[in-house]
């Protein structure tokens, strides 16, 4: 048993040694942009990469201004797609699984807005029928993914690949988690300067 | 109705080495960032009035776009065939002519708008390519490539301009804490002298044979710079930007004149770590990266100038960096 934790412990650590940070670098200049001109953070994955992007909007629209929540009129506007499990089933049921993402995500997209895609395989179809949409509008595309990177890594304007064997969901899913809570943490800390450099 | 944005820019070092008689024998290179400081272009379609009204400082309206006093919105709309039947209005945070980029960053935001009212969405580089092509090959303006892409990038970023017309554009990573510190180093001010960017350059065109190896340096002193903005030495870049002000003194003899080096000197005396002129010189904006225990003196030290030589229009600039570059704020979907 120590054993296996052990390799565990050690895959993972050896992905966080090798974060790409100049993309995490870039991914959160693109947040900032946004934020700078009011607009929108779409978020979306499949299985366990949609329950991460569900964590990460809780965490943005409101961890980011927990200490000053009075203080920021502007915060960030995080949406999970679909944002309604009616849409999900809707798309899902009625036309077809590939367009659960991009069909909310036409709904919504606008020019000032950014969009986070995460997929381990970094190939998903409906993730990428998205991503391809948002490139398609000139919105800048945040990709988190896995294993080789797929299609998903060529495509994203900042490529959050997490390098491991096809198949590791655990640790990419793992290390995704860690990196976006790295970007709550970056714009806590970021909005409680502000808010303390101002009193 | 469509409303675009593209912000003004500082450029701290490698002026100069963006115009096409430097960067076709040696890669040019600048480093800039954005500041929360925009211009402002809407458009509108006017389906019953077949004119083309535009509104910027004066208001022109016309039958056809070669009737147009402005030059920028007149060679736009002929190059992409627009004929009639829309309004195009300017707006700013600051006036024309102050060295911050503005021209530029209007002819960014201009073609991301006329664009976007065609029905094209076009990025950021596409914007940036847009507006040189603009104002270089269309208007024959004898300016470099350095503000188009600062407005439509944003952010900090060292831009390489290559012999073969490409320009790379390199993000400087910077997190809050140092981007949040330089803005406190740093001052602006407007000096109230305002000229015309090409009446200098047009002279250090000329001169640009004599000059190269100055301009080798300066596009070569871009890294360096880059290095000490990215370790937070703010002396450093400073004296830094103290050296490249006395070559780019050197460049045209118009570059600064007695009431800019009065100024300049004010502030250096009183203290500031280095400074220049912003724009291609001859007035504009003036900056100072300075201690912060002597930003008050410096301050007063350039007052008293000011006084001496009654600059009526003369402001401190207060400023942050932004990230955002060109953008579309309203209606870029569903116009054409």
Same mark, same amino acid.
């Given at each position: 048993?120590?054993?296996?934790?052990?390799?565990?412990?050690?895959?993972?650590?050896?992905?966080?040694?090798?974060?790409?940070?100049?993309?995490?670098?870039?991914?959160?200049?693109?947040?900032?942009?946004?934020?700078?001109?009011?607009?929108?953070?779409?978020?979306?994955?499949?299985?366990?990469?949609?329950?991460?992007?569900?964590?990460?909007?809780?965490?943005?629209?409101?961890?980011?201004?927990?200490h000053?929540?009075?203080?920021?009129?502007r915060?960030?506007?995080? &949406?999970?797609?679909?944002?309604?499990?009616?849409?999900?089933?809707?798309?899902? #049921?009625?036309?077809?699984?590939?367009?659960?993402?991009?069909?909310?995500?036409?709904?919504y997209?606008?020019?000032?807005?950014?969009?986070?895609? &995460?997929?381990?395989?970094? #190939?998903?179809? #409906?993730?990428?029928?998205?991503?391809?949409?948002?490139?398609?509008?000139?919105?800048?595309?945040?990709?988190?993914?896995?294993?080789?990177?797929?299609?998903?890594?060529?495509?994203?304007?900042?490529?959050?690949?997490?390098?491991?064997?096809?198949g590791?969901?655990?640790?990419?899913?793992?290390i995704?988690?860690?990196i976006?809570?790295? &970007?709550?943490?970056?714009f806590?800390?970021?909005?409680?300067?502000?808010?303390?450099?101002?009193? | 109705?469509?409303?675009?944005?593209?912000?003004?820019?500082i450029?701290?070092?490698?002026?100069?080495?963006?115009?096409p008689?430097?960067?076709?024998?040696?890669?040019?290179?600048?480093?800039?960032?954005?500041?929360?400081?925009?211009?402002?272009?809407?458009?509108?379609?006017?389906?019953?009035?077949?004119?083309?009204?535009?509104?910027?400082?004066?208001?022109?309206?016309v039958?056809?776009?070669?009737?147009?006093?402005?030059?920028?919105?007149?060679?736009?709309?002929?190059?992409?065939?627009?004929?009639?039947?829309l309004?195009?209005?300017?707006?700013?945070?600051?006036p024309?002519?102050?060295?911050?980029?503005?021209s530029?960053?209007?002819?960014?935001?201009?073609?991301?708008?006329?664009?976007?009212?065609?029905?094209?969405?076009?990025?950021?580089?596409?914007?940036?390519?847009?507006?040189?092509?603009?104002?270089?090959?269309?208007?024959?303006?004898?300016?470099?490539?350095?503000?188009?892409?600062?407005?439509?990038?944003?952010?900090?970023?060292?831009?390489?301009?290559?012999?073969?017309?490409?320009?790379?554009?390199?993000p400087v990573?910077?997190?809050?804490?140092k981007? $949040?510190?330089?803005?406190?180093?740093?001052?602006?001010f407007?000096?109230?002298?305002?000229?015309?960017?090409?009446?200098?350059l047009?002279?250090?065109?000329?001169?640009?044979?004599?000059?190269?190896?100055?301009?080798?340096?300066?596009?070569?002193?871009?890294?360096?710079?880059?290095?000490?903005?990215?370790s937070?030495?703010?002396?450093?870049?400073?004296?830094?930007l103290?050296?490249?002000?006395?070559?780019?003194?050197?460049?045209?003899?118009?570059?600064?004149?007695?009431?800019?080096?009065?100024?300049?000197?004010a502030?250096?005396?009183?203290?500031?770590?280095?400074?220049?002129?912003?724009?291609?010189?001859?007035?504009?904006?003036?900056?100072? $990266?300075?201690p912060?225990?002597?930003?008050?003196?410096?301050?007063?030290?350039?007052?008293?100038?000011?006084?001496?030589?009654?600059?009526a229009?003369?402001?401190?600039?207060?400023?942050?960096?932004?990230?955002?570059?060109?953008?579309?704020?309203?209606?870029?979907?569903?116009?054409?």
């Amino acid at each position: 048993m120590r054993d296996y934790i052990q390799q565990f412990s050690d895959k993972a650590i050896e992905s966080l040694r090798n974060l790409p940070r100049e993309e995490i670098a870039k991914a959160i200049n693109i947040i900032q942009a946004a934020y700078e001109r009011d607009g929108r953070i779409y978020v979306f994955g499949n299985g366990g990469s949609l329950a991460i992007a569900t964590h990460w909007v809780g965490d943005f629209n409101k961890t980011v201004f927990d200490h000053h929540l009075d203080q920021h009129s502007r915060r960030f506007q995080a &949406i999970r797609l679909p944002s309604t499990e009616a849409e999900i089933t809707a798309w899902a #049921n009625d036309i077809g699984f590939e367009m659960v993402f991009v069909g909310p995500l036409r709904n919504y997209l606008q020019d000032s807005d950014v969009v986070i895609a &995460i997929s381990s395989s970094g #190939n998903s179809p #409906n993730v990428l029928r998205a991503v391809e949409f948002a490139k398609s509008q000139k919105v800048p595309v945040i990709g988190l993914s896995g294993f080789d990177g797929g299609k998903l890594k060529e495509l994203a304007d900042a490529k959050i690949h997490i390098s491991t064997e096809k198949g590791d969901y655990f640790i990419v899913e793992g290390i995704h988690t860690v990196i976006l809570h790295m &970007i709550v943490k970056y714009f806590q800390n970021y909005f409680d300067h502000l808010a303390e450099k101002e009193t | 109705m469509i409303i675009t944005r593209a912000p003004l820019r500082i450029s701290f070092v490698g002026g100069g080495t963006d115009l096409p008689d430097f960067y076709r024998r040696y890669p040019g290179r600048v480093i800039s960032t954005a500041i929360d400081k925009f211009v402002y272009l809407v458009i509108n379609r006017t389906p019953l009035i077949p004119k083309i009204s535009a509104r910027y400082s004066i208001s022109e309206t016309v039958d056809r776009p070669d009737d147009l006093q402005h030059t920028r919105i007149k060679a736009a709309l002929l190059d992409l065939e627009i004929e009639k039947g829309l309004e195009i209005g300017s707006f700013a945070s600051l006036p024309a002519k102050t060295g911050l980029g503005s021209s530029s960053s209007f002819s960014v935001a201009l073609m991301k708008g006329l664009h976007a009212y065609q029905g094209k969405k076009i990025d950021k580089k596409e914007a940036a390519d847009a507006a040189c092509r603009l104002e270089i090959e269309l208007i024959k303006e004898p300016i470099g490539k350095q503000d188009q892409y600062a407005a439509a990038f944003g952010g900090f970023n060292v831009l390489q301009f290559n012999p073969d017309e490409t320009v790379d554009v390199e993000p400087v990573l910077l997190d809050y804490k140092k981007r $949040l510190a330089l803005e406190n180093h740093l001052l602006l001010f407007f000096t109230g002298v305002t000229r015309a960017a090409s009446s200098v350059l047009t002279e250090q065109k000329s001169n640009i044979e004599k000059k190269i190896d100055t301009l080798k340096e300066m596009a070569e002193s871009v890294f360096d710079f880059q290095g000490r903005l990215l370790s937070a030495d703010f002396q450093g870049m400073g004296e830094m930007l103290h050296q490249g002000w006395l070559k780019k003194k050197s460049l045209a003899s118009n570059v600064s004149n007695s009431v800019i080096d009065d100024l300049y000197n004010a502030g250096m005396n009183a203290g500031a770590w280095g400074g220049k002129v912003l724009g291609a010189g001859g007035g504009g904006c003036l900056m100072f $990266l300075v201690p912060l225990e002597k930003k008050q003196a410096i301050r007063e030290a350039v007052l008293r100038v000011v006084k001496e030589n009654n600059l009526a229009e003369f402001r401190e600039i207060p400023v942050k960096f932004v990230q955002t570059g060109v953008e579309t704020l309203f209606g870029g979907n569903h116009y054409a």
